[in-house]
């Protein structure tokens, strides 16, 4: 698997896991909300995922790589936690810490498993 | 009278030692080390400035079997053009009739002094890999070297790693002229009859100690790298690394690895902390090896899952 695709799918799963966890908080209000959550939980994990995957495949880096995903997992974490917390539902740890920690495995799992297309041979 | 001293009588033994290069291209610079058969110098190239090392017939061995073995030696390594076996630049005789090749000059260790210095496991085994590679490459080129082992091998100042010493290479299927010549008949010297036991004890396959010429094979190579792998890897190997030396040293050819790329391959696999084809393993040893393999994502998701948990114990989130 590429590292972008790689990235997208372990994102995608891992933003999905990370959304049905919610289900565990056991709030009514929460679990009225569970399709959503998974849905943009899996959408952020899809953008950060690929994202992840294109710096691994543009840097050979395992640190920066997992610097990378988890910057830019911590970032999309921080405007998810940032629009709850305009709606009075201020989460922050409890969101951008997981994320975070998702990111940090995109990035790991996307250097190191990543396959990285050789080189077209000069013309 | 006076009596010259120990370290005199020494010095006069070492000059007198030394090969007389007149009418050759070389002037010996030093001597590098002593073998059954040959002494090998560093000499000067005088044409191109440059160093090489010069492997000349001992006296002791100068007649004409050892001077036809040698020769051959020289022709042998010619043929196998690789990075991994050192290259033969010259070969020649002196004015006293003995032989002597230049090849180049590699500055280094032999892999049994390499490795006296304590190094990582990886590190041997990928050394390892490279001597199976210069030797899978002379099979594939009909030639079988029968005398490997760990102060054959250089290791060079720059990682370079190369298989030396071919005196007791044979040589099969080759249709070569220049070795085929060589090793055409029972009665040639250079080719070894049967019953003929050459090699070093505790490396040689049983048929090799045997004499039985007639089955050596690679797979005589196979056994040789075998125990270097033993030499290379501490007592307290892992399983499959012992499995993979316990296969290559089989007693009969017939049940050790078919050829050295599989030796390699089984021990890149190893490397790769992936399954080895010499060792079944159970569950328990599977769990073992894909856990030390993914060590690090499964530390990762496992901080994930602790992080939930003490969120979710503590934030109720």
């Known amino acids: 698997m590429t590292k972008p695709v790689l990235g997208l799918v372990l994102g995608g799963v891992l933003g999905a896991f990370d959304g049905l966890t919610a289900l565990f908080s056991g709030g009514p209000e929460v679990k009225a909300q569970i399709v959503g959550i998974v849905i943009g939980s899996t959408f952020k994990g899809l953008v950060a995922g690929v994202l992840t995957g294109w710096f691994a495949r543009k840097v050979n880096s395992l640190a920066l790589g997992m610097l990378f995903g988890l910057s830019v997992a911590a970032l999309f974490a921080f405007l998810v936690a940032w629009n709850q917390a305009a709606h009075g539902e201020p989460y922050y740890l409890a969101i951008m810490l997981p994320g975070s920690l998702v990111g940090l495995i995109v990035g790991y799992t996307t250097q190191r498993y990543g396959f990285r297309p050789a080189p077209e041979p000069a013309k | 009278m006076k009596w010259l001293s120990d370290s005199a009588i020494a010095r006069l033994r070492a000059v007198a030692d030394l090969p007389d290069l007149r009418g050759t291209r070389y002037e010996i610079v030093e001597p590098l080390g002593r073998g059954g058969m040959g002494a090998v110098y560093v000499a000067q190239y005088r044409e191109l400035d440059r160093k090489v090392a010069l492997k000349v017939l001992v006296a002791a061995h100068s007649g004409a079997d050892a001077a036809l073995r040698m020769r051959r030696e020289a022709h042998v390594i010619a043929q196998l053009e690789h990075p991994g076996i050192v290259p033969v630049h010259d070969v020649g005789t002196l004015v006293d009739g003995r032989i002597y090749y230049a090849m180049k000059l590699v500055r280094g260790s032999r892999l049994d002094e390499h490795i006296a210095t304590p190094r990582p ?58 070795l085929a010549s060589m090793e055409g008949g029972a009665t040639v010297p250079g080719a070894t009859e049967h019953g003929t036991v050459l090699g070093t004890p505790g490396f040689m396959a049983p048929e090799q100690a045997r004499g039985d010429v007639a089955h050596m094979d690679e797979r005589t190579d196979v056994f040789a790298l075998g125990a270097t792998l033993r030499f290379l890897v501490d007592a307290d190997a892992p399983p499959p690394l012992k499995a993979i030396v316990r296969k290559a040293m089989q007693e009969e050819p017939g049940d050790r690895y078919a050829s050295v790329d599989v030796l390699r391959a089984d021990v890149g696999r190893f490397l790769a902390g992936e399954p080895v084809s010499a060792f079944p393993e159970s569950i328990l040893v599977r769990t073992r090896r894909l856990a030390r393999k993914y060590r690090t994502a499964i530390l990762l998701v496992i901080a994930y899952l602790v992080v939930r948990a003490l969120l979710l114990a503590f934030l109720g989130r």
């Open chain 2, 121 to 178: 496991l990886a590190e041997r085994l990928r050394i390892f890999e490279r001597v199976c590679e210069a030797v899978a490459f002379a099979h594939a080129h009909g030639v079988i070297h029968r005398d490997l082992k760990p102060q054959n091998v250089m290791v060079g100042a720059f990682g370079e790693v190369l298989v030396m010493d071919w005196g007791l290479a044979k040589v099969r299927g080759d249709d070569s002229p220049a």
